[in-house]
């Protein structure tokens, strides 16, 4: 009797876990130069959810090779990436706000894109016009954040 109970509960546990939506989501993070295509090493990786403020690095694990793993709760729709450099005293420019007066802004992205076909994020920096220009892709579950680093005339306009 103890065996059969024993059996119907390691069934049912396995039938749960197969039943159960997935609990984390996880994307590889690139940063590149919009500027040249280069691959950069960011000292840190800011993530935020779902048009929230909060900033969660307790998702983010950079990788020896540049790239960051991130790992999100499922339920997160959208995802807004920002990187940092110099010891993490500098923030890089995101390369779809560049060109705008509040380069500050975040850009909301959909997860479901990224997971299911990758996404490299627009761009206003240098003059290559987009990704493909400078042919960088993105396969399924990479996310390719193209930044630049602040110049003199970002710094002039924050004293503004």
């Not at 590149?32 to 998702?59: C, F, Q, S």
């Not at 500050?104 to 479901?112: A, G, K, L, R």
């Not at 110049?151 to 924050?158: F, K, S, Y």
Request: net charge neutral.
């Amino acid at each position: 009797m103890r065996g059969r109970i024993c059996s119907a509960l390691i069934a049912l546990t396995a039938a749960a876990a197969f039943a159960a939506p997935p609990a984390t989501q996880t994307i590889t993070v690139q940063v590149v130069d919009g500027r040249t295509g280069d691959k950069l090493t960011p000292d840190n990786i800011e993530i935020r959810a779902d048009r929230d403020r909060t900033v969660h690095t307790e998702w983010v694990k950079l990788n020896g090779d540049g790239t960051a793993t991130v790992t999100l709760p499922a339920k997160v729709t959208a995802i807004s990436v920002h990187a940092s450099y110099d010891n993490s005293t500098e923030y890089y420019i995101n390369c779809d706000v560049s060109r705008q007066k509040d380069v500050s802004q975040d850009t909301w992205f959909p997860v479901t894109d990224v997971l299911s076909q990758g996404l490299v994020m627009p761009s206003e920096c240098g003059r290559a016009r987009n990704a493909k220009d400078m042919k960088i892709e993105a396969k399924p579950g990479e996310f390719v954040l193209l930044v630049r680093k602040r110049g003199l005339m970002d710094r002039v306009g924050e004293m503004r």
